[in-house]
Nanobody
């Protein structure tokens, strides 16, 4: 059974930092890509970043490039999203998802999401 569990969310002030963790079980990160998505209040879900160990590649959306970093620890079967210089517009529910390659339509496995609130 595949499970993805997000942790590390919460309330942070603008300019602050936060690291999210996606703990993955039931599949190998050497074979499947893992992505982070987010959904802001009243907006559609958007892809933020993705890492694919199989192809040694990663992608990131322009709005967070230089502030967010995705990384992977295969020994812990976990993927991390380091977020710095956070802005109020980064507020939303963050989801990790996994599938074959960094293609949203291929993301077959999803976590339940975790709330990140950037506010003073």
């Amino acid at each position: 059974q595949v499970q993805l569990v997000e942790s590390g969310g919460g309330l942070v002030q603008p300019g602050g930092s936060l690291t999210l963790t996606c703990a993955v079980s039931g599949l190998s990160l050497n074979e499947y890509a893992v992505a982070w998505f987010r959904q802001a209040p009243g907006k559609e879900r958007e892809g933020v970043t993705c890492i694919d160990e199989r192809s040694a590649s990663s992608v990131i959306v322009d709005s967070v490039a230089g502030r967010f970093t995705i990384s992977l620890d295969s020994t812990k079967n976990s993927v991390y999203l380091q977020m710095k210089s956070l802005k109020p517009e980064d507020t939303g529910v963050y989801y990790c998802a996994s599938g074959y390659g960094c293609i949203e339509d291929n993301m077959n496995y999803w976590g339940k999401g975790i709330l990140v609130t950037v506010s003073s």
